[in-house]
């Protein structure tokens, strides 16, 4: 007798099996994006290196958890071997839970040190009422954490900031200090004693929001600056988030342009000899053809708002 095969019954996922197969598929691009993008930037500005021990900062925000939870899994794939420790700052602020990070790193297995500093005294004492205090506030804690990088023995110290927050940075520098200055992957400070990195430069807040919400991260508010709702970097990320919703592609646009600059067609002489141009009757890259109408997308009056089409 030969054998039959009898063609299985097919049965089909229930609503919520497939509701939660959809999450978990969606959770696990949103994972691969996140270290692709985090282990591009660490390829292309050299930010971490063979024997590197790296100071991981810890606010107790979204963006320094997912920056922390990120390092860990670069760190077990990694083909350099380095060292992570976090560090947290606790300014002192009135109500702060100060159990929640250290409870947290010590679920999660990773080494940490709190420096406990009332930063937020001064800043309260110095600063008039109702004045932004991030300035002041963020010059404490710079100092600190140097110090504490020395302390520790760090080669890195690891910031948390992503692709929006260098954006933000942009535009204020642009609307109100008049300069085309942003926020660098990767610095030297200003003694010259410490290597800065920003890991997640390419990395999406959007993105950020999503992992914290996956991974559950304990949140912790800030309640010294975060409050403060007149903030001129709220009101640029505010302008950002508008524009990213009217006219989607337009951040990674943007973004782009940080990484594509030209510095024959700007207006900085000290970054580019126009005083010195001669005619040299050879070809160049720096010549007007970035004038080109081929070089640019089409765009309707529709697209960009308060825009008037001028015909000749």
């Known amino acids: 007798m030969s054998a039959v095969w009898i063609e299985p019954e097919i049965v089909p996922l229930p609503a919520d099996a497939r509701t939660d197969f959809k999450i978990e598929r969606e959770t696990h691009k949103l994972e691969k994006r996140l270290c692709r993008q985090v282990g591009q930037a660490i390829v292309d500005f050299n930010m971490i290196e063979e024997g590197d021990r790296v100071m991981v900062c810890v606010s107790g925000g979204k963006d320094s958890y997912g920056m922390l939870d990120i390092l860990l899994k670069m760190q077990a794939r990694a083909p350099v071997r380095f060292e992570l420790i976090a560090v947290n700052l606790d300014q002192k602020q009135p109500g702060f839970p100060d159990h929640i990070l250290p409870a947290y790193l010590k679920q999660l297995g990773v080494p ?67 300069k085309l200055k942003g ?111 081929d070089e640019f997308p089409t765009v309707t009056a529709r697209a960009l708002p308060g825009l008037q089409v001028i015909r000749g």
């Open 112 to 178: 940490f040190h709190i420096e406990n500093q009332d930063t937020y005294s001064i800043v309260k004492r110095v600063i008039p009422e109702g004045k932004t205090m991030c300035s002041l506030c963020s010059r404490l804690r710079r100092g600190i954490l140097y110090r504490v990088a020395d302390e520790l023995g760090a080669t890195k110290i690891a910031l948390g900031h992503h692709r929006d927050d260098m954006l933000q940075t942009f535009f204020l520098n642009m609307f109100f200090g008049g």
């Open 183 to 293: 926020m660098p992957p990767k610095l030297v400070n200003d003694d010259g004693k410490h290597i800065v990195i920003r890991p997640m430069a390419n990395v999406a807040e959007k993105d950020l929001t999503r992992w914290a919400t996956h991974r559950e991260f304990p949140i912790i508010p800030c309640t010294l600056c975060g409050s403060q709702e007149n903030l001129q970097r709220k009101q640029v990320g505010q302008m950002l988030r508008e524009w990213e919703k009217k006219h989607p592609g337009r951040i990674e646009s943007m973004f782009s342009a940080l990484q594509n600059v030209v510095p024959s067609h700007l207006m900085d002489g000290t970054r580019y000899d126009f005083k010195g141009l001669k005619v040299t009757g050879v070809a160049s890259d720096d010549g007007d053809k970035a004038f080109d109408a």
